[in-house]
T-cell receptor, first 112, second 115 residues
Framework: DGGITQSPKYLFRKEGQNVTLSCEQN?????MYWYRQDPGQGLRLIYY???????QKGDIAEGYSVSREKKESFPLTVTSAQKNPTAFYLC???????????FGPGTRLTVT | DQQVKQNSPSLSVQEGRISILNCDYTNSMFDYFLWYKKYPAEGPTFLISISSIKDKNEDGRFTVFLNKSAKHLSLHIVPSQPGDSAVYFCAARPLTQGGSEKLVFGKGMKLTVNP
């Protein structure tokens, strides 16, 4: 059963701590993406990666970091430099050259 | 500067009637437009798409219309069903060198279909 998994579904952290969100896909997709959703804001692109060991900043990359060491995995680290980290985070993937992106179930991060 | 706009935050329709969701864009260099449906606390799911060289694409109850001169697209759902109640996102792919698959999303519109 192919798909994208994100874990955990809910994550709570204290302010000042870094936290890493997991994203794994078994769809054999080359490209992977991280989005953030806030109420009334839609989906905003944080980082994306078109191939292993390469990634680019999206529209709101400040305070975040990523790695792409394996095709299947694209973890996102929310650093303490991110001023408003509380949000719903979505991971997606797609075949290269294909516009349709498949989304994971999301992780809701709450930082207090 | 928002390139993809969904100006109405919500829409409420009766079951069986037509739902029309609108989307406007400002960038002429989009080559594909997509609609995604999202339930609360879940990831969006792909619904239907249209190439910029077409003006209509139909899939069952869902039809997307593209008016390039007006930079406007719309999603029609006929007949609407209570299970269609969700947030709908309009998205567009910029035509860029290198074939990037980046998408630009609108803010979403909440559709409620009343039984």
């Amino acid at each position: 059963d192919g798909g994208i998994t994100q874990s955990p579904k809910y994550l709570f952290r204290k302010e000042g701590q870094n936290v890493t969100l997991s994203c794994e896909q078994n769809l054999n997709h080359d490209a992977m993406y991280w989005y953030r959703q806030d109420p009334g804001q839609g989906l905003r692109l944080i980082y994306y990666s078109q191939i292993v060991n390469d990634f680019q900043k999206g529209d709101i990359a400040e305070g975040y970091s990523v790695s792409r060491e394996k095709k299947e995995s694209f973890p996102l680290t929310v650093t303490s430099a991110q001023k408003n980290p509380t949000a719903f985070y979505l991971c997606a993937s797609s075949h290269r050259g294909n516009y349709e992106q498949y989304f994971g179930p999301g992780t809701r991060l709450t930082v207090t | 500067d928002q390139q993809v706009k969904q100006n109405s935050p919500s829409l409420s329709v009766q079951e069986g009637r037509i739902s029309i969701l609108n989307c406007d864009y400002t960038n002429s260099m989009f080559d594909y437009f997509l609609w995604y449906k999202k339930y609360p606390a879940e990831g969006p799911t792909f619904l239907i798409s249209i190439s910029s060289i077409k003006d209509k694409n139909e899939d069952g109850r869902f039809t997307v219309f593209l008016n390039k001169s007006a930079k406007h697209l719309s999603l029609h759902i006929v007949p609407s069903q209570p299970g269609d109640s969700a947030v709908y996102f309009c998205a567009a792919r910029p035509l860029t060198q290198g074939g990037s698959e980046k998408l630009v999303f609108g803010k979403g519109m909440k559709l409620t279909v009343n039984p």
